[in-house]
């Protein structure tokens, strides 16, 4: 009895299933237009007999007529909100709307067929795409999937046609739009790219700006890419390293100035606290007169270093050499590191030698001690041991000459006055002044005392002179030589 009631009840089922169908193939096309309005309208009239066995998702006849068109869709493929048009779907016909409850038509698409709208059937262009992504901002769904799904519409500058781009390859434009040049950049207005946005579209990071890479060869780009250097910099914000390493390292001369530029104007807000000369060792300076670049360390700021062969820091950055560790001369080990004999010379001029504190001395300025210490008041004197002298020579330091000593000049307001005439015979003989000299001093000094102290020198070394070339000395009653031996009388002594 009850497998009769079972087989009774599939055959009830089976037959309400094929009359169900039956219904709504006859209210679908090809059936006569007024037929399928008819049976439609029985359809709907007499649901309940239907529901049971009405399913939207498994009915698969389009009987449903839609708006603003002569087609039928399914239940799962129309939808009772107009908007959905957007997205080029389906609308029930208007006068079936209050209908549309009753057979499952839903209002909007769920979020897994909007998603495979929109990969499926992505929009044609950037007015389209406008009008699709902000209907889809209006879904608070998880849109991030769509990262990397290509269906953001560009034109193809090269074609009439568009290419599609992925939200994770997009970015939005930026405010600078000579940037916007270096990528692929979208704006869909506020509402549309805050979908976007969700998708995965985002502003340029600094990462970005860093990837940046323009091949010179691409002239427009590579003028642009050049024009926009500082900025592009600006954006990447990079660190002491990256500065430096960009103004010593590219194989563009134009980058590395621009480098170095930002690294200058910006030194004292972004780099100076991380600065540290004695740990930088970069080659980043471009050095005076030449293409080459140098390290801190390797540089000078001082022109006349040049001589000795050294580099120079560029004129136009000395003024804050000082503050990258440049330093105004070599010290004395990089003087000494890699020179030979006649190289001394070349520092005859450099001020190095310490005599005084916080006073240095040219080698041409400076003198050796004398073993008359006394004497050794009246010039800059030095002695640091036989070597260094032998050193400091080469350089240019040297031993009085009669001429240095006749040099000599002392105020008598000068405390060095008292010493200079306790040592002016010792002077003098240093100079060992000819006859008119002499004369002169003892006759014109200005100074009781040295006229003298000169004429006690004249008296005191009289001797060794008994006669003399010059015919005026008749006057004071010398002896004068032979007229015929005065071309040697140098050689014999006489003066």
């Not at 009850?2 to 193939?25: A, D, N, P």
Request: with cysteine.
């Amino acid at each position: 009895m009850c497998i009769v009631s079972y087989q009774i009840t599939r055959i009830s089922i089976k037959f309400k299933l094929t009359y169900l169908e039956t219904i709504l193939k006859r209210a679908a096309p090809p059936t006569y237009p007024q037929i399928r309005e008819l049976v439609l309208k029985y359809f709907i009239d007499n649901f309940k007999k239907y529901s049971e066995h009405y399913n939207p998702e498994t009915v698969d006849i389009a009987f449903l007529p839609c708006s603003n068109s002569n087609g039928y869709a399914r239940p799962s493929d129309c939808f009772i909100n107009d908007e959905c048009t957007i997205m080029n779907l389906q609308t029930i016909r208007k006068d079936l709307r209050s209908k549309a409850e009753k057979l499952s038509v839903r209002q909007i698409l769920d979020y897994k067929k909007l998603k495979e709208k929109l990969i499926e059937n992505p929009p044609q262009n950037k007015n389209e795409a406008k009008k699709v992504f902000e209907y889809l901002n209006r879904f608070n769904y998880n849109w991030s999937s769509l990262i990397n799904i290509q269906f953001i519409p560009i034109q193809d500058e090269s074609k009439l046609n568009n290419k599609y781009f992925k939200p994770s390859d997009c970015f939005f434009k930026l405010k600078e739009e000579s940037l916007n040049e270096f990528f692929l950049c979208v704006d869909f207005g506020t509402k549309a790219n805050k979908f976007l946005a969700k998708c995965g579209v985002r502003e340029p990071s600094l990462y970005d700006f860093a990837k940046i890479s323009v091949d010179p060869s691409h002239s427009k780009l590579w003028k642009l890419h050049l024009d926009n250097y500082l900025k592009i910099l600006t954006k990447i914000n990079p660190n002491l390293e990256t500065i430096l390493n960009l103004a010593a390292n590219p194989i563009y001369p134009k980058i590395r100035e621009m480098s170095l530029k930002y690294f200058v104007d910006n030194f004292y807000s972004k780099y100076s606290k991380f600065y540290k000369p004695e740990e930088i060792d970069v080659a980043f300076l471009p050095c005076s007169n030449s293409n080459a670049y140098a390290k801190h360390s390797e540089c000078f700021i001082n022109d006349k270093c040049k001589l000795m062969g050294f580099k120079i820091i560029r004129e136009d950055l000395r003024s804050k050499a000082g503050d990258f560790g440049v330093r105004q001369n070599p010290n004395r080990v990089e003087l000494i590191n890699g020179f030979t004999d006649s190289d001394w010379k070349k520092l005859k001029d450099f001020e190095f030698i310490s005599i005084q504190p916080n006073e240095l001395f040219k080698p041409r300025d400076c003198f050796l001690k004398l073993k008359e210490e006394s004497l050794n008041n009246f010039f800059p004197c030095v002695d640091f041991g036989t070597k260094a002298n032998e050193f400091l020579a080469k350089c240019g330091v040297k031993k009085r000459s009669s001429y240095d000593f006749s040099k000599i000049s002392v105020d008598p307001s000068h405390k060095l006055w008292n010493l200079y005439l306790e040592n002016y015979l010792k002077i003098l003989t240093k100079i060992n002044p000819n006859l008119e000299t002499i004369l002169n001093l003892a006759a014109r000094s200005n100074y009781p005392k040295i006229r003298e102290l000169a004429f006690k020198y004249f008296v005191d070394n009289f001797i060794h002179s008994e006669c003399f070339i010059n015919d005026e000395c008749k006057i004071m009653g010398f002896k004068i030589i032979r007229e015929d031996l005065r071309s040697k009388a140098g050689d014999f002594g006489v003066r």
